[in-house]
């Protein structure tokens, strides 16, 4: 008899409009796009069942979890969330205590396998043309996002969880105009392949385990 092929390992993505791919098709978005490749490889991830929206801070992805309860348990969790914390001028130490509940809630949902938990910076938006039409200044943003981004990576180091850095791939690529979605502020597909290139060899090392 032929075995029958082992169930694909199911896969929940956390997160805000870069998570959700705001501006792009479905098949942009960089959870489907690293499922498909890590699909390639000969990796059964199923593509994500995806809890996230355009304008989410930390909070707003809390209540938006408990909305989707019960959720029950995944093989692999990845969470990227902060960009409006910093946007809307909060603290990078609220959001470390706000991003650690977060993070400790996503690793419970794996099946409490921090190592099957995977987190990405936050991309820097202060070089998208966007940034033109606000008050904000792209060097004040950036100072902003590395603080953010240095106090998740110190919470994701003590949970054991990996930490992908996608900002400087942001900030070298992120101003092209192919890299952009039509509002000149979300990245496009082509972005989210880049984020995707960087975050596949972390993934298949969680999931090789």
Not at 11 to 22: K, P
Not at 46 to 73: C, F, M, N, S
Not at 82 to 105: H, I, M, P, T
Not at 154 to 179: K, L, N, Q, W, Y
Request: proline share 6%.
């Amino acid at each position: 008899m032929v075995a029958a092929p082992a169930p694909a390992l199911s896969y929940l993505a956390l997160g805000d409009s870069y998570t959700i791919g705001e501006g792009v098709a479905e098949s942009g978005r960089w959870p489907v796009l690293l499922a498909q490749a890590l699909r390639a490889e000969g990796i059964a991830l199923a593509d994500p069942r995806i809890i996230a929206t355009t304008g989410w801070t930390t909070d707003e992805l809390t209540w938006g979890i408990d909305g989707a309860e019960p959720l029950g348990e995944w093989d692999f969790v990845s969470l990227l969330i902060g960009v409006n914390n910093q946007y809307r001028g909060r603290s990078a130490v609220g959001y470390r205590g706000e991003f650690e509940d977060l993070l400790k809630r996503a690793i419970r949902y794996a099946r409490g396998r921090a190592d099957r938990v995977l987190v990405l910076s936050i991309p820097d938006w202060g070089v998208t043309p966007f940034v033109k039409t606000t008050p904000a200044r792209p060097e004040t943003i950036a100072a902003e996002l590395d603080a953010f981004n240095a106090a998740a990576q110190v919470v994701c180091e003590a949970h054991g969880v990996a930490f992908v850095d996608i900002t400087p791939v942001s900030r070298e690529r992120g101003g092209e105009a192919e890299m952009l979605a039509e509002d000149g502020l979300h990245p496009s597909a082509a972005m989210y392949e880049l984020w995707t290139g960087l975050a596949l060899p972390v993934a298949r090392d969680l999931l090789s385990r």
